[in-house]
């Protein structure tokens, strides 16, 4: 991305041992330093009875589980140079010895920029930051803070006013892991770089928007964090309206963070606050006997909602979003539907229901962009069918996420990263439904949630388009 910020001259992981760790961040990590693009000391900070050659040979367990494993001399001294990097301190983050010790350790080595990377349990964010603070080690540092941020508005702003009482705004990096995917980038790019979309992104030709972010798996043993969460707060407050974001913003004047932020942030302010009518709540058929759920949890794993954009460019358009758990396919994909033309002059055509043209982007499992167009069926008869042109289609990233984000953090670019007013909007528009709402409704695994109940939220603008399982449609 761009900027030109002063770059960090240390990481600070507290939490290195978490299972965070062990799937994205040390995977990261070692691609960062495999491509050559870190320079800095790392000091691993945690409570886990640990030593420096604990955290290497974790280290070395998460590169070969999931990060592609050590396969040639390159990788094997990619490896050998992340681990040099690396210090451990193991101490009690309410122990403010914990922190000197990290003092030490950034002045062995010279460091007065470091960025902290909490990677920690969202209880102990105001211990640390606090404890930060108190160190002197925040004075030219960054703090980098996993998501969720806040579990509805008033921890949030809570959570906001507590940071900034050690690190200005400018100085905050929340990240969001979605944000950093090569599709969704994509995203941003495929609007503004080509005019061609532009004349037909508003109300006067698009119908309704639909967004599905489907996962074909449930909780996998998480049950007592998901107690505490459920779809709305885990997935729909952040990683999907960050779509919408990206769908329905202004052009930013530039690529830079305040810009992009900005625009990103006006399309938050102009949703109201969901009302429970809006909002259906289901949960998958044996979701109640996961270990460490309640007998009779009430949580959702699946939720699907409605709601208008009040601006001059989306007024009066219907967007509706559903996302959940055990869902037939493991895809997330927004669909753009456009209005029908307005006279049918071809007598013997047949339009079914929800048939009009649309735009299709796909984020996962792998980035698409394509256009669905009527086309003439061969014979003597104007009969039509859909066609799909893809338009294209993306094997893989080049970067990660977590690399893509790691380095912007680091070099101080925030254009990824959410802003807090972003993060409080984000919550308003959900705050409401997360405590006044209908019963969740039970359905099947492999079903698309509570299919009566979703099919009648999206009413007339229906039907639902079901992301296809395979990657190529």
């Known amino acids: 991305m761009t900027g030109k910020q002063t770059k960090s001259d240390a990481l600070v992981w507290f939490g290195c041992t ?16 495999r491509r050559g693009m870190l ?45 040099a990097r690396l210090a451990y301190v193991d101490g009690d983050y309410g122990d403010d010895a914990t922190f000197v010790q990290v003092g030490k350790l950034l002045d062995a080595s010279k460091a007065i ?24 080690l925040a004075d030219e540092g960054r703090v980098i803070v996993e998501k969720p941020f806040g579990r509805d508005l008033d921890s949030a702003q809570e959570l906001s006013r507590v940071v900034h009482t050690v ?15 090569e599709s969704v980038l994509g995203i941003m790019y495929a609007r503004f770089a080509n005019s061609m979309l532009e004349p037909f992104w508003n109300r006067d030709m698009i119908d ?65 606050p969901l009302a429970s009518g809006d909002l259906v709540r289901g949960q998958f058929d044996g979701y109640r006997s996961e270990a460490g759920v309640a007998a009779d949890s009430d949580v959702e794993t699946f939720a699907a909602l409605r709601f208008e954009i009040d601006n001059w460019r989306w ?23 456009l209005r ?48 799909e042109l893809l338009l294209h289609s993306e094997a893989g990233p080049e970067l990660t996420a977590y690399e893509r984000l790691f380095g912007d953090a680091l070099a101080g670019d925030q254009t990824l990263f959410t802003s807090v007013a972003g993060v409080e909007s984000a919550w308003e528009i959900v705050d409401g439904v997360t405590r006044d709402h209908a019963p ?9 949630g509570p299919v009566e109940s979703v099919d009648r939220l999206i009413g007339r603008h229906g039907p639902w388009y079901d992301p296809e399982p395979s990657a190529t449609y």
């Open 440 to 448: 969740a409704e039970r359905y099947p695994i492999g079903t698309w």
């Open 208 to 272: 309704s928007v639909q967004i599905t972010m489907a996962e074909d798996f449930g909780i996998a043993g998480r049950g007592k964090f998901y107690e505490g969460v459920g779809a709305l707060r885990d997935v729909v407050q952040n990683h999907v309206l960050q779509i919408v974001t990206l769908l329905a913003m202004e052009p930013p004047v530039d690529i830079e963070a305040g810009s992009v932020r900005a625009e990103a942030d006006k399309v938050l302010r102009a949703i109201d």
């Open 113 to 136: 920029r470091p960025a902290h990377y909490l990677a920690i349990p969202p209880g102990l964010f105001q211990t640390v930051i606090t404890a930060l603070g108190r160190a002197g």
């Open 39 to 83: 320079e800095i000391p790392i000091v691993g900070v945690a409570s886990s009875q640990w030593t420096h050659d604990d955290l290497v040979q974790r280290g070395r367990e998460s590169v070969e589980q999931f990060g592609g494993g050590l396969h040639d001399d390159r990788d094997a001294a990619a490896f050998d140079r992340l681990a």
């Open 315 to 337: 007024g009066g358009v219907p967007w509706f979003v559903r996302a959940g758990k055990n869902l037939p396919v493991r895809a997330t994909e927004a669909r753009i539907r």
């Open 340 to 387: 029908k033309p307005p006279a049918k002059i071809f007598p013997g055509d047949h339009v079914p229901t929800g048939g009009s043209d649309y735009v299709r982007i796909r984020v996962t499992p792998d980035g698409q962009l394509a256009l669905g167009l009527r086309t003439k069926e061969p014979g003597p008869e104007f009969v039509g069918e859909m066609g």
């Open 18 to 33: 978490g299972d965070l760790g062990l799937k994205m961040t040390f995977p990261a990590l070692f691609r960062m330093e």
């Open 167 to 181: 690190f200005p705004e400018e100085r905050v990096f929340r990240i969001d892991h979605y944000l950093g995917k």
